[in-house]
T-cell receptor, first 113, second 115 residues
């Protein structure tokens, strides 16, 4: 079975500050991990994905995530938050035996001026 | 290349009615998946279709069904609507079926309100 836990349903940061959104996964086999962003009244947009090629993954809009097997984590970071980053972020996992994505509960990011 | 499109974007129905939602995948994509998003349950997988065949199904009652056409367009149907079916229904398409590293591209969703 596969599962994802996102710590912190709401995160607030000041504009220009570091963004850190936490994601821990549970999987008995090597996972494939994804981060998606959802803006109000829109669908999900892929930020980045881990497919075992490299543990540090760079995505769009300056986001990156590091896969740490020992910590079963895939935290999302961005060095400097921008007002336009305010949205809901979802971590998702898929393993080799599963066709569907299993999502975390999401983290709502607020960027304060 | 056009993205995933979903119609209609908004729907209001009453309990007991049925509803059909439509999804057109990205051109060349043959796999279509459906997800339900609610504030209480989050994002939950409904089913996946590939080449007109349902390949995978989530834990939803039989009132939820779907199909895929030869042009890869997909529809999902919910019969005997309940208040709890109010949700954002998201469709996602991908090029390959069954490869774990494939990216699923999501449409804007159909927001269904059941009164």
């Amino acid at each position: 079975a596969q599962s994802v836990t996102q710590l912190g349903s709401h995160v607030s940061v000041s504009e220009g500050a570091l963004v850190l959104l936490r994601c821990n996964y549970s999987s008995s086999v090597p996972p494939y991990l994804f981060w998606y962003v959802q803006y109000p009244n829109q669908g999900l947009q892929l930020l980045l994905k881990y497919t075992s090629a490299a543990t540090l993954v760079k995505g769009i809009n300056g986001f990156e995530a590091e896969f740490k097997k020992s910590e079963t984590s895939f935290h999302l970071t961005k060095p400097s938050a921008h007002m336009s980053d305010a949205a809901e972020y979802f971590c998702a996992v898929r393993t080799g035996s599963a066709r569907q994505l299993t999502f975390g509960s999401g983290t709502q990011l607020t960027v304060l001026p | 290349k056009a993205g995933v499109t979903q119609t209609p974007r908004y729907l209001i129905k009453t309990r007991g009615q049925q509803v059909t939602l439509s999804c057109s995948p990205i051109s060349g994509h043959r796999s279509v998946s459906w997800y339900q998003q609610t504030p209480g349950q989050g994002l939950q997988f409904l089913f996946e279709y590939f080449s007109e065949t349902q390949r995978n199904k989530g834990n939803f009652p039989g009132r939820f069904s779907g199909r895929q056409f030869s042009n890869s367009r997909s529809e999902m149907n919910v019969s005997t609507l309940e208040l709890g079916d109010s949700a954002l229904y998201l469709c996602a398409s991908s090029t390959l079926a069954g490869t774990p590293q494939e990216t699923q591209y999501f449409g804007p969703g159909t927001r269904l309100l059941v009164l």
